[in-house]
């Protein structure tokens, strides 16, 4: 469990706990049972081998760490390019390949990671991160390529989730109010939907390469509302 300290990823970590499975929790926090900077090969590397010495080659891996960015593209400093893509993209393809050697070499299994909506619509202000996943979504697919039959590979894809990524203002005023009423199900995301399709996807033998919205309906929307106006 690739970035299972908090959020989403704690989530999905009681769950399959609950469901008495062994899970290993990579983090940078104190409440990992392993340190990792995904940004980091040797540390992967690392953490994949530390892994493997407790439980063994794992069957499911699930990767939820990521970071969020904002800022215009005029605005954005180059170097915010290669902090969020280090992350978002090149640290889950680190993560990924590290996890699927060992996995292929073994009984094979089933990969999921989290992408975004935002990796399939254009948000202003969000380019950077918006492109990252762009980059995961496309890993993803390519990954379920190279590496079927024996290792499946999907991707989950949360719109507005209620997790410490968002900032710190009210769910119910402003613009978080404005995500939920343009929302089908009328309300943001929560971890325990978002580890509830996750857990979905290892679930089912018969799909990968696969990116699965999971947003509620946010996405069905579009900005152009014809009843009224630019939304």
Not at 56 to 70: I, N, R
Not at 101 to 120: E, F, K
Request: proline share 5%; aromatic share 4%; charged share 20%.
């Amino acid at each position: 469990m690739v970035g299972g300290g908090s959020g989403i990823g704690a989530t999905v970590a009681a769950e399959q706990r609950a469901r008495g499975l062994d899970v290993v929790v990579w983090d940078l926090g104190d409440e990992a049972d392993v340190r990792c900077d995904i940004t980091d090969p040797e540390q992967v590397d690392a953490a994949t081998a530390a892994t493997i010495a407790r439980t063994g080659v794992p069957t499911t891996v699930t990767v939820t760490a990521g970071v969020g960015h904002a800022a215009m593209l005029l605005d954005a400093p180059v170097d915010d390019w290669d902090r969020v893509f280090a992350t978002n993209a090149r640290g889950v393809w680190l993560v990924m390949r590290a996890l699927a050697a060992p996995m292929l070499r073994d009984q094979g299994g089933s990969i999921v990671v989290t992408s975004s909506v935002s990796g399939q619509l254009a948000d202003r202000s969000m380019g950077l991160y918006c492109a990252s996943k762009a980059a995961l979504d496309m890993i993803v697919r390519v990954a379920a390529l190279e590496w079927a039959p024996t290792v499946r590979v999907n991707a989950v894809a949360p719109g507005v989730t209620d997790t410490p990524m968002l900032p710190s203002i009210p769910c119910d005023t402003g613009w978080l109010r404005g995500v939920a009423d343009r929302t089908a199900l009328d309300r943001l995301g929560t971890p325990d939907d978002i580890a509830a399709a996750a857990l979905a996807l290892h679930d089912l033998d018969w799909v990968t390469g696969q990116v699965l919205m999971c947003d509620g309906g946010l996405a069905l929307r579009s900005p152009i509302d014809p009843l009224g106006g630019l939304r």
